[in-house]
């Protein structure tokens, strides 16, 4: 496989790691009981907070630039965070396998740091 389909296939993985990560925050804030206002409000804010981080640290076109070294790092933390999320939930498994996903895509930024700065329309 050339390192391109790798580089490619990493910026795909990121992205869906990115959107899975939101719905486990979400999943986690619906889950943690309460009333049905207490819930919705938990799994509606936690997500956007999390989108509103990720835009202002991590994401490629951050306000706030965190470098490649900073953004695959910073990703990883919320990566993680949310594995935790799904973990606590009891969702074992999935967080097991989603947790191994974000330290590979991770890891992959670090070797490649170059590869956020391509990709899609950039």
Do not use: C, D, K
């Given at each position: 496989?050339?390192?391109v389909v790798?580089h490619?296939a990493?910026?795909?993985?990121?992205?869906?790691?990115?959107?899975?990560?939101l719905?486990?925050?979400g999943?986690?804030?619906?889950t943690i009981?309460?009333?049905?206002?207490?819930?919705?409000?938990?799994?509606a804010a936690?997500?956007?907070t999390?989108?509103?981080i990720?835009a202002t640290?991590?994401?490629?076109?951050a306000?706030?630039?965190?470098?490649?070294?900073g953004?695959?790092v910073?990703?990883?933390?919320?990566?993680?965070?949310?594995?935790?999320?799904?973990?606590?939930?009891g969702?074992r498994?999935?967080?097991?396998?989603?947790?191994?996903?974000?330290?590979v895509s991770?890891a992959l930024m670090?070797?490649?740091?170059?590869?956020e700065?391509g990709?899609?329309?950039?």
């Amino acid at each position: 496989m050339s390192r391109v389909v790798v580089h490619r296939a990493n910026l795909v993985l990121r992205f869906l790691l990115e959107l899975v990560a939101l719905a486990a925050f979400g999943y986690w804030g619906w889950t943690i009981g309460g009333g049905l206002f207490a819930r919705a409000t938990v799994a509606a804010a936690v997500p956007a907070t999390v989108a509103v981080i990720w835009a202002t640290f991590i994401s490629p076109r951050a306000r706030i630039p965190s470098g490649p070294v900073g953004r695959a790092v910073l990703g990883l933390v919320v990566f993680l965070l949310a594995a935790g999320a799904l973990w606590s939930r009891g969702q074992r498994g999935l967080a097991i396998g989603y947790g191994a996903l974000a330290v590979v895509s991770s890891a992959l930024m670090l070797v490649w740091p170059e590869q956020e700065t391509g990709g899609f329309g950039r």
